[in-house]
């Protein structure tokens, strides 16, 4: 186990609000993830999807890093325009 992963877990288990506040954001943090790994997948710029879109590639940014911040339905829409779709499960 790296350092990193030692004290995160060391420190979910002393502190439940860092813990409950971390594994949230983690999950946010990998929409994000996911979605320019998607987009590079494919090839493409930021700038190719945004056009498809219709907007700018600030916004694909934007939503690449602060995904928690976007609506379900923008996030299907750029899902689709890399020739991806989103799967939502409820754990």
Same mark, same amino acid.
């Given at each position: 186990? &790296?350092?990193?992963r030692? *004290? +995160?877990s060391?420190?979910?288990a002393?502190d439940p !609000?860092?813990? !409950? =506040?971390?594994?949230?954001? *983690?999950a =946010?943090?990998? +929409?994000?993830?996911?979605?320019r790994?998607?987009? !590079? =997948?494919?090839?493409?710029?930021? =700038?190719?999807p ?10 694909i &940014?934007? +939503? !690449?890093?602060?995904a928690e911040?976007s609506?379900? &339905? ?15 499960? +409820?754990?």
């Amino acid at each position: 186990m &790296s350092d990193l992963r030692r *004290y +995160i877990s060391q420190r979910k288990a002393r502190d439940p !609000e860092f813990a !409950e =506040d971390f594994d949230s954001g *983690y999950a =946010d943090f990998k +929409i994000g993830v996911a979605l320019r790994q998607a987009r !590079e =997948d494919a090839g493409l710029s930021r =700038d190719q999807p945004a056009q498809k879109l219709h907007t700018r590639k600030s916004t694909i &940014s934007r +939503i !690449e890093n602060h995904a928690e911040n976007s609506r379900l &339905s923008t996030l299907k829409k750029l899902a689709r325009a890399l020739g991806k779709d989103i799967q939502v499960r +409820i754990a």
